[in-house]
């Protein structure tokens, strides 16, 4: 397993993504899935630079893996506030624009860019695990 750790901040944003799409060259997976690995993980990781950390800095540690007929799979680690996206109400994609609620549509399209998806608090941390199939 390989991880990166950086502070929770914007400019962590690139070298965690670079990161990713390396190890993922590494893996000799597929390279059709870079776009969909990319788009999640820097929504996950927006989400955790702008909300984790309500009383100010922290980090996010990220590890990638390649787990058999899970595929390519990222756990991204932060220890702010408990959160776990997966109990979040789906959007509702049919109201109209005037009626929708604001928020809630990064997760949904997480959802729909991972093949499997888990949310696990464990010891004082969040952890997400986001897996992509060849």
């Known amino acids: 397993m390989n991880s990166l750790r950086l502070p929770a901040r914007l400019e962590s944003l690139e070298p965690f993504c670079i990161f990713v ?7 000799h997976l597929p390279p059709e899935l870079a776009p969909k690995i990319e788009l999640a993980l820097e929504e996950v ?3 955790i630079i702008h909300y984790a ?9 990220l590890e990638c893996s390649v787990e058999g007929q899970r595929g390519f799979c990222l756990r991204i680690h932060d220890w702010g506030s408990p959160f776990n996206p997966l109990t979040r109400q789906a ?14 549509w ?7 860019m991972a093949d499997e998806l888990n949310y696990a608090r464990q010891d ?11």
């Open 53 to 61: 950390y309500p009383q100010g800095d922290g980090d996010i540690l």
């Open 21 to 27: 799409l390396e190890k993922l060259n590494q893996s």
């Open 91 to 104: 959007t509702d994609i049919s109201l109209g624009i005037t009626l929708r609620p604001i928020g809630g």
């Open 106 to 112: 990064g997760i949904l399209l997480v959802r729909k």
């Open 124 to 134: 004082d941390k969040n952890v997400l695990t986001l897996c992509f199939r060849k």
């Open 45 to 47: 990781l927006m989400n």
